[in-house]
Structures are given as C-alpha cells and as structure tokens.
C-alpha cells in the first residue's frame, strides 16, 4: 500500500529553502526635479545636483548596510541627466567626463544602475507618460535602438570592472509593441557583453514589468518574449515589480491583491524557461493586511527558488514627508532612515520598513564576489 502522508505531516516537513543572494532598498531621488505640473519640457535639466536631485544620503545606505544588514541598493537615474547632449530627442553616447556624480555607491554594497525613463527620453516632464518612445521609427524625434544600445555599451565599459554593479536595463517600460521593447533590450545585452562586461544584467518586462501581468495580454504577454532574449554568458536576470493594491500602481493604501496569487503564473514561467527573478520593486502601506502581505511576498521569494533578489520601493534622500507608494497621496514618509510623516509621526521606514520588510533580510546574503543568477557563496556581514 503506497503510503500517504497526512496534512499534518507535510507541514512538518522542512519548507524548501531557496536562496535570497542579494536584499535591499530602492534609492529614489537621482530621477527627481524633472516633473512639471504643466508639463513644461526641459523642467529640471540638467538640474542641480544636491538640489533639483540627488542619488543616495551616505548615512542613509551606511544605515541600511550597518543596522540592517542588507548588500544591495537600486540607485535611479535619468537618462537625460548622464547625457552629455540631446537634440530632437536623439539619445547621444556618454562622453567623457559625464555631466553628473556617477550613481556609485561603496566598494561594500553592490548596486543596481537604474535608468528611471520608462522606455522614453526626451522629455520627462510628466513621467511615466511623456517622452519619445525610445525605438519608434514612427517617430522622428524618438532616439534609435541603435543609440540606446551605444549608451549601454559605453556605460557598461565604464563599470566593466566593477563587480559590485547590475545593469538594470529600464524602468518599467509601458504602453508599447512588446516587439519594441524585446528589440530594445536584446540590442542593449549585445552591447553590453560586446563591451567585454559580464555583470549582471536585469531584463524588464512590457506592461509596467508587473509580475501579475506576465503571462497575460495574449500575443504581447512577457512570457511570449522575455524568455528569447539571448545572454552569451547566461548572466541574465528578470526585473519584475508587484504592487498590492486594487489597480497594482502603489498609488493606494488598501492592500487587496494577494501578491502570492498573483506572482504564481510569472513563478511558474520562470522555472519553464530555466530564469531567475529579481523583484525590484514592491511595497505596501502600514494598515495590517498590507503588513501581512508584504511579509507573505517575502517568504514566498525565500520559498521559491526561482527568486535571487529584491528591493523594496524606496528610500532616498529627497522624498521628505512624501511617500514613494501606497498612502493616496498622504504624507507618510518614505523607507528613508529616519523619515517621518508630515504630522511628525513615524514615516515608512519605522512603520513598515524596521517591523515587517527588515525583519526578512536574510542573515545570509553574498557580500563577496560577482553577482551571478547562479549565486555565490554567501555569509552574515561581519
């Protein structure tokens, strides 16, 4: 008689262990200073740095790093800011030095590079909706897949030989022919690995990059597309975001859509296609079913192995009393360290970030080595 185990019995076996490499926050302000109530081009370029902008507060990641352990930042910028030039549109190639502080962090952490465009450049005066849509030959002012993947390539020779840094393609592209962004992106992995750089590279998704949209939209579904592109060193991994709001922006603060459910199909695509998945942004307000969301979200990625990696969304040193997502527009702070909400009460960072998200940074992360999708040796900072 083949044996059955009962439910009890299943529970009690140890739960798969997958391994989280990498663990960390979003740090949002390098895209800041562009956005104009009156859609106004050119509002904010280049801007001032330290003032109209800025990428990270050291004290701020030195918090993150010392207190919470955590050994991966995603440092957002503007495409138009590390231009030297642009000019009807057109996306010109870095030149030497580039016009802005480097997005760096320390030689301790490792960093994802972040052009925060959506898959537009131009104008990003009323982001995520305006500019030229990078690819369009339909359009005579839009840049060239061609320049988009020089600008890869020049920036990937530049932090070739860095091991700390991931190339984070784009920031949710939308509203576009997947064919567009596939095309985009594979010529932007060519250049890259052409610059004779073998860092880590994340691939987006169309449709805002959501997890729980992957495998729908028929023909113009992630899933009928993501998975040809083609890395020479397999060094690839998946961008994916997941909000848990009613509509997924992170625009609300009731947390009704079950992350869990909802990441099962782009999971299961994942494992068919032999891929990791990062989840670089996610988050949720501080009302009891968001925080009991967030942290099923985290055990399900530590539970899957199909999950290398996450960011929450976001931190950084310009969002004051504003709030990157999930509140309806109240002033509740930010992950920041130290933040606080326009009331002076606690911000994000101690409502959500310090009880719930901190809480699963693994005490085990790779602080050593290249980031690879097929790990490294990690170990607890010491």
């Not at 070739?160 to 992106?185: A, C, D, I, Q, Y």
């Amino acid at each position: 008689m083949k044996f059955s185990p009962t439910l009890a019995a299943l529970a009690a076996l140890p739960a798969t262990s997958a391994t989280i490499y990498f663990a960390g926050v979003a740090q949002s302000s390098g895209e800041f200073g562009a956005w104009s109530p009156t859609q106004t081009r050119g509002t904010g370029l280049p801007g001032r740095f330290g003032v109209d902008y800025a990428f990270i507060s050291t004290s701020g990641v030195d918090t993150m790093i010392d207190s919470h352990k955590v050994n991966l930042h995603r440092v957002a910028f503007l495409l138009e800011r590390i231009l030297h030039h642009h000019h009807q549109g057109r996306l010109y190639v870095l030149s030497s030095p580039p016009p802005s502080p480097s997005p760096s962090l320390t030689s301790e952490t490792d960093a994802i590079l972040d052009p925060h465009n959506y898959m537009r450049y131009n104008d990003p005066s009323s982001q995520p909706f305006s500019g030229s849509v990078i690819g369009n030959t339909s359009d005579p002012t839009a840049a060239t897949t061609a320049q988009f993947a020089a600008f890869w390539g020049e920036l990937a020779s530049r932090f070739k030989t860095n091991e700390k840094v991931l190339f984070g393609l784009m920031n949710e592209p939308h509203s576009m022919p997947s064919r567009l962004v596939f095309s985009n992106l594979q010529a932007a992995i060519t250049a890259i690995r052409a610059a004779g750089a073998n860092n880590m590279i994340l691939t987006p998704g169309n449709a805002w990059s959501g997890g729980h949209y992957w495998t729908k939209g028929g023909d113009e579904a992630n899933s009928k597309w993501i998975h040809k592109l083609v890395d020479p060193i397999k060094n690839l991994a998946v961008d994916i975001h997941e909000y848990l709001d009613e509509d997924f922006s992170g625009g609300h603060t009731a947390c009704t859509q079950d992350p869990v459910a909802n990441l099962a199909g782009v999971t299961g695509w994942l494992r068919e296609h032999g891929l990791k998945g990062f989840v670089t942004e996610f988050g949720g307000s501080n009302t009891t079913e968001c925080k009991l969301m967030l942290e099923g979200m985290l055990g399900y990625m530590e539970e899957n192995e199909e999950y290398i990696g996450w960011t929450a969304w976001a931190a950084g040193p310009f969002w004051g009393v504003n709030s990157p997502c999930c509140t309806d527009q109240r002033q509740l702070g930010s992950l920041e360290p130290g933040s606080r909400a326009a009331d002076g009460g606690p911000g994000l960072y101690d409502s959500v970030w310090v009880p719930v998200i901190a809480k699963r940074v693994p005490g085990r992360l790779q602080w050593d080595g290249p980031a690879n999708v097929t790990g490294g040796v990690v170990r607890e900072r010491v």
